[in-house]
Every structure is written in structure tokens, then in C-alpha cells.
């Protein structure tokens, strides 16, 4: 009765009543922690909470005839009152390849070096163990869809600066390039951190093409997009944190007159040439018209659970349906859906009326996502529609999330394809399975498309159905006459698409005459076409670096496509180790690692090949810099009041040549050569038109064969008249 | 005793051997060929190939309908066509049609033994229906390349997507049937002019 009997009670009550309440806070604050989505997902690993911020989030994209520089310039700050060690991770960009990686460090740039990826992890691994910790930072490709950056150890409240650069070929859809920096991405399900700071993206598209358009989907009225002259196009974003919740997507439009060929080299002065070759069909070819037999199409429809996340789901059906609306009368079509298993809609083909596509429409309103993933019987019912006097084309709409071992089962299936079919795969949102379908396309003639959700999904559509429709030529060959070309990568699309290039990747030996002679054989709407042409191959060329690392990125992801078809990566590991330390790219076999100063990058044994790149290539990039910056003051005299145009022209005559403001901390061992290196100028795009078979032959038409008809008819009837009359 | 139209029936056999062996593309004129000695033949063996095998049966019915009719009348007359033909429609296809890179088909030539015997129907023939046909036929020749000229397309006509109608070809050949008749008529006329005289005087 007395107090004290009740006290232990009381207190264990509250402290019950109090931990509940603690885990259920937590549990909420986990479960929206899921399902928030920011800038990619940064927390503070190793520790019970840990809150870090982004700071700044500046992005500067240079696209350089098709192929784009996005630099990322970050600040992390440490909001703890304890040392952490920071886990970035993001997703990866569409075909790209992580080109460098620096931190500062005492206000300095550190560029990373590129190792195995296990002696990478194993070095930083070792620092963290030290008492006196020193600043390393490891920057990895988790898997096919994810980055990891680590850095430790984060003092205090101290901020944290780095730089990430990444290149990339673009891919064009319809005379379209897109171009996505994902922000939208929940790969990591723990604890999210606030974005706060600034976020800015700055985009300078030059092209020896002519630009003929700029729009934003994704972020429409917040994009100023200033259009320099026809070959220089400029767009410019800040953002706060709450417009961080989605993919950042620009697209600008290209139009070749005709179809032709166009080359970019790089040629360092010790070492042989490499080229990118970009085969493209011309607006000419746009005129023809669509073939006059109709096509059988099965869109399969993955609903199965991944496809909830980012509202892949729903980008998918809005897209199906924009498919589905654009079909011509003459075509017919299935809906198929599937999870673990396939449902079809009509259990047969359709045609493609206005009836039958409201109704697919409304059936794909209605789909939710859940369940597993299973293809292969997906992809075998839809074999079954599949009829030998009509054309027909699988649309496959998945983020490609099925069950590993069923790859193989797949593969093979896809090799046991009927001869007239193709499937082409479209890859929703930012988490997805990019080698699988981009494999099944590819072995079966098909293509791979990928959409953002801030993509605009219509003209995507669009685009996509128009390649559908008119390859413009099939059986694609280029080779390469002259024998000084070595380790073409890409080379195996045979199929021309309008709106959508072929880009080859090599290496050439630059000859006497410094050009090349390249056949191109191909089936141009149905008249087989052998047609010779020149391009040139410089012995020197110091612009265009970054084609060196998407070689090598090309050849990577080939070596990983047949070892993956072949089930084993091992016979290939050596090779691509070997690319990635010696043209510095991460890969999923290879890390970048930052270490604080150059003893210990000699500690290690690990050589400076990509700062002397990196060195390189910033000078390349600087070059291209300074000739944006040309043409965009050129444009700038014609505005303003009149008169000032002069006088603009005078000051910027006077101005001294802008130079990069960052200075890397570069190895001080002498190195031979290159550190002296003047700024290339930036070589130009070179092309060449083909000429097409525009054959001339006119048909003799119906009407003249009527009246051909009629004078024999009547030269007849008279001759026979003058008979009988002599008779 | 009328002739048999062998020239007609020869140029038809050999378009369709030449589809039939697949040497279309040798026998072609090809831009940047055809105007040196060694490359005149392209001129004439152009007309002999063509881009498919409907391209040929059409051509070659009109050929062999039109042929035979002007061929039993007067081979000379088919053979300056002929000519004429060869002469005038390649080079005119290569300067105002500077888009097209190659040429096949006997078209030009059929518009070229359309056009004279609309002619020569009408100057011979006494009967208001037939230099009705006459004058139709040649109102329609012209009237179908105006129309492809303007609009760009096969009229009531399609070869295939990369293969456009030439009727730049077919006025030359109109052109060529033309003057071939022209010179048919003078060429008689002469004649007329000798040989009755002579008579007379003997």
C-alpha cells in the first residue's frame, strides 16, 4: 500500500510505454523513409542515424555531337557532432562511364585512380582502420544499375566537396536525343537524408547537325533554353529540394538533309587512333511511305511487383496506351500482362479499330502491380500469335526485375524465335535490368528503349513506332577496306532505323593519305545497296578524348554480354580489369579510389594514368568550352540596343582567354611529354552524304495503257476495214 | 507482205534476260558514268534493266504493244525513235534530275513509240475517232508528267520507296518520238518529191 510497493510497477510501465512509442517512431520514420525518393540517397553509414546533407548539387553537361560530359560538383555536410563515413549511392546513367572521380582534400583536388575493384575496396578498407584515419574515398559499381561512393571519415560538421564526371552516347529516337539525369531512385531502402542545398544542371549541346529544337518534359516552365545559333543550343536549371523528386530529362532534336556518314577521332600522339562512326538516315528517306501490309503487335505488359516503384507502372500504360492509339487500321494487336503468369486480354489478335482500342485502353487502366517475375511464359504465349504470312513485333514494357535463372532460359528462347518476329524491349524507370533487355532486343533484331518518368512518354511512343515501321534499311554491313582498322565495337546492328543512328567504336593506324576507305552494304527499302566512301582518319588529334573511354566502355559491356550469354564471367575478368585501370573507367570489376596525396598513391604501387587522362581530356573539354563561349558572345552582340554591338565586339577583343579555374593536384613526378600539352583545338565533326539509290524509271500507269490500248484497237478495226473493202 | 516486229520482240527478250540473270545493276546508267567512249553503252543497256519485276512487266507490254504496231508500219521510223531515245533521255535525267543516282527501265523509250504513233495516227489515219485517240493520247502523256512534276509522286503509279517516277525521262522520250516523226515525214516527203517526178518523166 505504501508508495514504494507501486514505484517498480509504475517505472516499468513507462519504460514499456516508452520504448513502444521510440520503435514506432522509428518504424514510421523507416517505412516513409522507403518510400522518399531525393537526389540519390545519401546517408551516414557504420552508425545508429547520421544525418548529412547535400549542400550543393551542381551539374554542367557539355554534349559534343552526341556524346555528353556531365560533371557533378557535390558538398556534403556532416550535420553530426560525430566523425561518419558518408554512403552516396545513385543510380547509373543510361550508357555511361564514370571517367573520373576527385575529392578535395586540404583545398586540394585528389583524382582518383582506377584498380580491381577488391584491391580497391581492400585499400580504402585499410584506412579506415587506421587510428589517424587519412581521406580515402572509393567510388564502385554495385551491380548493372547502381553506384556506391564512399568517404571517410566526415569530421564533425565539416563539409566534404567532390566531383564525379561521366560520359555518355546519347541515343536519338525519331531525329530526338534525350538526355536524363536521374534524380528520381530509391535503391537504397534505409534512412533518407534531407536535400537542402542548391541543385543547379547546365546544358551546352553543339552539333555539326543542326539543332532544330529544345524542350524539357520533365521540367517544362523551369528551364531557361537559349538557342545560340543552329549548331549551339544552351538550357539552365536551379532547383530547390522539393523539385528534386524527379528525373531531370532535356531532349533536342537534330535533322540530317540526308543520309550520310559522320566521323570523330581521337589521336594521341604515342599511341594509335580511335574513331566513332555514326551512320544516320537522312530526312530524305522520310518521305517514303509505310508499307502497305499491316503488322500483328503483342505488347507484353509486366505487372509484377518491382513495377510499383516510380511509378513504372503507370509510365507503362500511358505509354502502351499512346502505342496502342497510334496503330493504322491495317495492323492488329494483343494485350498480354503478366507477373508469374501471362493473362491475355482477347485471347486473339485485334484489329486495331477505334473500338478495340478504347477497350485496351480500359483494360490497361484497370492492371495494378503485384507478384513476381516470370517471362518466359509470357514471351511464349505471345509466340503463338505469331502467323508466317504477317510480320509481327513483341513490345515488351518490364523493368527486366525477373529471377536470375531464368536469363538463360530466356536467351535461348529468344534464339528459338520465329524468323518474322522482333521484339523490342522498353525500359521504364531508373531501377532496371538495362543488359537483359537490352540482350533480348538486340539478339533478336529489335531494339531497347528506356524511359524516364519525366520523359514525355507520346512522342516516346511515337518515335518508337515509327522505327517499328520503317527500317530503313536492313542487313546494315560497314567494313573497313584499308586494313588499318582494328577492335570495331557496335558493328553488329545490321538494322538502320530512321531517327535513330548506327554508332561504331575503333581503333585505326592512321595511313599516308590519313583516311580510310569504308563500305557500307545494306537492304534500303527492299534494293540492295553497295556504296564506297572516304572518311578521314587524322595521324593527329588531340580533341575528342573522351571517344578513347567509350571505346573501352563499349568493348567492357560486350566482353560482359557474351560471357553472361556464355554463363561465366571468368574467361573475360582479365580483359576487363585490364580496360578499366588502363582507360580509367569503373566498371562492375573495377573502383575508383582517392587517396589524400601522391606518396600514398606510391605506397600503394598504383600508377597516375588517369590524372595524365584526365589532364587531357579537361584541356579537350576547356577547347570546346572556349568555342561555346565564342558563339554564345557572337549571338549575344545581336541583342541589346543598337550601337552596343560594336562596342561589345571591341571589350571582348580585350578580354584575356578564360582558363579552367580548378587546378588538380597533379603527381609531381616528372612525366614525359604531355604535361606541356597546349589546349587542342577541338577537331570538327566530319562527314559525308551517302548517295542513296534514288533510282528513276518511271511506270507506264493505267490511263496511257488504256489509250495504247485503244489506238491498237482502232488501227486494228481499220485495217481490217481496208481488207474487207479490197476484198 | 507485213514484217514481223522482230526489233521489238529482241529488246523485250533481252530485258527479261537480263532481269532474269540478276545484271539489272550492271546494265544501269549510274551517275558519274555513261558520258565517256568507254561508258556510252550505259546510254542504251539503262533502258534494258529495271528496278523490279512488276517495273518490267509493265514496261515491256507497253513496249511490245506499241513496238510492233510501228515496227510493221515502218522499222526506220521505231529504229530513229529508238535513237533519239538513247541520245536525249539519259542526259536529260542527269541534268534536271540531279537527285537521282541511277536509271533503269524502258519507259522513256515506250513514250518516245507512244508519242509517234499518236503521230503518225493521226496524220494517217482519216477517221475523226482516231485523231481524237491521237490527240488524247499525247494530251494524256503530257498531262501525267505534269502532274509528276508537280507533285513529285508516281502518277496512279508505284515502283517502291526508293524508285521515283522520272518524267523528266518521258518527255524526252516524248521529244524523241517527236522528232523521229519528223524526220519520217520530211524523209517521205522527199522522196514523194523524186520519185514522182522521175516517173513522170519516163
Redesign the interface.
Known amino acids: 500500500m505504501s508508495r514504494p510497493i507501486h514505484e517498480p510497477q509504475t517505472a516499468s510501465a513507462f519504460g514499456f510505454v516508452g520504448l513502444v512509442i521510440i520503435l514506432t517512431a522509428i518504424a514510421a520514420f523507416t517505412l516513409f523513409a522507403r518510400t522518399a525518393s531525393a537526389a540519390g540517397l545519401l546517408v551516414a553509414d557504420g552508425g545508429f542515424g547520421g544525418r548529412l546533407e547535400i549542400k550543393e548539387h551542381n551539374v554542367d553537361v557539355v554534349i559534343n555531337n552526341g556524346v555528353a560530359v556531365t560533371t557533378v560538383e557535390q558538398i556534403f555536410v556532416n550535420t553530426e557532432n560525430r566523425t561518419v563515413e558518408a554512403l552516396y549511392t545513385f543510380p547509373v546513367p543510361q550508357s555511361a562511364s564514370v571517367a573520373d572521380f576527385s575529392m578535395w582534400i586540404n583545398g586540394q583536388e585528389m583524382i582518383g585512380e582506377v584498380v580491381e575493384k577488391q584491391r580497391a575496396r581492400e585499400i580504402y578498407n585499410s584506412y579506415k582502420r587506421q587510428a589517424r584515419p587519412l581521406d580515402p574515398g572509393l567510388l564502385e559499381q554495385v551491380d548493372y544499375k547502381t553506384f556506391e561512393l564512399r568517404i571517410y571519415p566526415i569530421m564533425a560538421k565539416a563539409e566534404q566537396r567532390i566531383r564525379i564526371v561521366y560520359y555518355q552516347q546519347l541515343d536519338f529516337e525519331n531525329d530526338w536525343a534525350t538526355y536524363v539525369y536521374p534524380l528520381a531512385t530509391t535503391t537504397n531502402t534505409r534512412m533518407n537524408s534531407n536535400v537542402t542545398g542548391r541543385f543547379s544542371l547546365r546544358m551546352q549541346v553543339k552539333s555539326e547537325i543542326p539543332l532544330t529544337g529544345m524542350t524539357s518534359p520533365s521540367h517544362t516552365n523551369d528551364f531557361a533554353i537559349v538557342k545560340h545559333d543552329q549548331y549551339m543550343h544552351e538550357a539552365s536549371l536551379e532547383a530547390t529540394g522539393n523539385q528534386l523528386n524527379r528525373d531531370v530529362v532535356l531532349s533536342f532534336q537534330t535533322q540530317r538533309p540526308r543520309t550520310g556518314m559522320n566521323i570523330i577521332t581521337s589521336k594521341p600522339a604515342d599511341e594509335d587512333g580511335y574513331f566513332m562512326l555514326t551512320l544516320t538516315a537522312g530526312q530524305e528517306l522520310a518521305k517514303f511511305k509505310e508499307g502497305s501490309k499491316g503488322r500483328d503487335y503483342i505488347f507484353l505488359l509486366d505487372i509484377s511487383g518491382s513495377m510499383a516503384q516510380q511509378s513504372k507502372l503507370n509510365l507503362s500504360r500511358n505509354t502502351l496506351d499512346s502505342f496502342i492509339r497510334s496503330l493504322d487500321e491495317k495492323d492488329r494487336f494483343e494485350l498480354i500482362t503478366f507477373n508469374i503468369q501471362p493473362a491475355a486480354a482477347f485471347r486473339e489478335l485485334r484489329p486495331a479499330s477505334e473500338e478495340n482500342k478504347e477497350e485496351g485502353a480500359r483494360i490497361l487502366q484497370t492492371q495494378t502491380a503485384r507478384g513476381g517475375t516470370r517471362l518466359t511464359p509470357a514471351m511464349t504465349m505471345a509466340y503463338q500469335y505469331v502467323q508466317s504470312d504477317r510480320e509481327a513485333v513483341i513490345v515488351l514494357m518490364s523493368d527486366g526485375m525477373n529471377e536470375t535463372q531464368e536469363r538463360q532460359e530466356l536467351i535461348s528462347l529468344l534464339s528459338s524465335k520465329p524468323a518474322n518476329v522482333r521484339v523490342f524491349t522498353i525500359g521504364v524507370g531508373n531501377n532496371i535490368n538495362r543488359p537483359l533487355l537490352s540482350q533480348m532486343a538486340q539478339n533478336t533484331g529489335g531494339l531497347a528503349a528506356f524511359l524516364s518518368d519525366g520523359d514525355d512518354f507520346r512522342r516516346q511512343a511515337e518515335a518508337f513506332r515509327r522505327k517499328l515501321i520503317m527500317p530503313v534499311a536492313t542487313d546494315v554491313k560497314i567494313t573497313f577496306e584499308d586494313g588499318q582498322v582494328y577492335d570495331v565495337e557496335g558493328a553488329d546492328v545490321t538494322t538502320l532505323y530512321h531517327g535513330a543512328p548506327i554508332r561504331i567504336y575503333g581503333r585505326y593506324k592512321p595511313n599516308h593519305n590519313e583516311s580510310t576507305s569504308v563500305r557500307i552494304t545494306a537492304n534500303i527499302l527492299g534494293h540492295s545497296y553497295d556504296q564506297k566512301v572516304n572518311l578521314p582518319m587524322p595521324a593527329n588529334d588531340m580533341g575528342n578524348p573522351e571517344i578513347e573511354r567509350m571505346w573501352a566502355w563499349h568493348r567492357v559491356d560486350r566482353l560482359l554480354k557474351q560471357a553472361d550469354a556464355a554463363g561465366s564471367r571468368q574467361s573475360v575478368m582479365e580483359e576487363i580489369v585490364r580496360l578499366g585501370e588502363g582507360y580509367s573507367i569503373v566498371t562492375e570489376h573495377t573502383s575508383f579510389i582517392v587517396l589524400e596525396n601522391d606518396q600514398e598513391y606510391q605506397r600503394w604501387n598504383l600508377k597516375r594514368r588517369n590524372a595524365l587522362r584526365v589532364q587531357r581530356d579537361r584541356a579537350a573539354q576547356q577547347a570546346v568550352r572556349n568555342e561555346l563561349d565564342n558563339i554564345r558572345n557572337a549571338s549575344l552582340q545581336n541583342l541589346g540596343p543598337e550601337g552596343a554591338a560594336k562596342q561589345s565586339e571591341q571589350l571582348a577583343s580585350a578580354q584575356p582567354v578564360q582558363t579552367n579555374p580548378t587546378t588538380p593536384s597533379l603527381p609531381q613526378q616528372p612525366q614525359p611529354q604531355q604535361r606541356e600539352q597546349p589546349a587542342p583545338a577541338p577537331s570538327n565533326n566530319r562527314g559525308v552524304d551517302l548517295p542513296l539509290p534514288r533510282g528513276a524509271g518511271g511506270a507506264m500507269n493505267p490511263a496511257l495503257v488504256l489509250i495504247s490500248l485503244g489506238m491498237t484497237g482502232g488501227l486494228l478495226y481499220t485495217s481490217i476495214r481496208k481488207k474487207n473493202r479490197a476484198a | 507482205m507485213k514484217k514481223f516486229p522482230w526489233l521489238t520482240f529482241a529488246i523485250i527478250a533481252a530485258s527479261i534476260t537480263i532481269h532474269l540473270l540478276q545484271l539489272d545493276?550492271f546494265f544501269?546508267w549510274s551517275?558519274g558514268e555513261g558520258f565517256s567512249l568507254d561508258q556510252f553503252w550505259m546510254l542504251a543497256s539503262s533502258h534494258l534493266a529495271?528496278?523490279s519485276t512488276s517495273?518490267l512487266i509493265?514496261?515491256a507490254?507497253?513496249f511490245a504493244?506499241?513496238g510492233s504496231?510501228i515496227e510493221v508500219r515502218s522499222r526506220k521510223a521505231m529504229v530513229r525513235a529508238l535513237i533519239l531515245s538513247v541520245l536525249l533521255i539519259i542526259p536529260a535525267?542527269a541534268y534536271f534530275?540531279p537527285?537521282?543516282?541511277?536509271?533503269?527501265?524502258l519507259?522513256?523509250t515506250?513514250s518516245a513509240l507512244?508519242v509517234l504513233?499518236?503521230c503518225m495516227?493521226w496524220k494517217q489515219?482519216a477517221?475523226p475517232?482516231?485523231k481524237i485517240?491521237?490527240v488524247?493520247?499525247i494530251t494524256?502523256?503530257l498531262g501525267?508528267c505534269a502532274y509528276?512534276l508537280i507533285y513529285e509522286n508516281?502518277?496512279?503509279?508505284?515502283?517502291?520507296?526508293?524508285?521515283?517516277?522520272?518524267?523528266q525521262?518521258?518527255l524526252a522520250g516524248a521529244l524523241a518520238g517527236l522528232l523521229s516523226f519528223r524526220v519520217s515525214g520530211r524523209r517521205q516527203s522527199v522522196h514523194e518529191r523524186i520519185i514522182i517526178p522521175a516517173s513522170q518523166g519516163a
Do not use: D
Not at chain 2, 508516281?154 to 522520272?166: H, M, N, R, S, V
Open positions: 545493276g544501269q551517275r529495271h528496278w517495273h509493265w514496261n507490254l507497253m504493244m506499241l504496231l535525267v534530275m537527285e537521282v543516282t541511277a536509271y533503269r527501265g519507259s522513256g515506250a507512244f504513233l499518236a495516227i489515219q477517221g475517232l482516231m485517240i491521237a488524247l493520247a494524256s502523256l501525267k509528276e508516281a502518277a496512279f503509279a508505284q515502283l517502291g520507296e526508293t524508285i521515283i517516277a522520272c518524267p525521262a518521258h
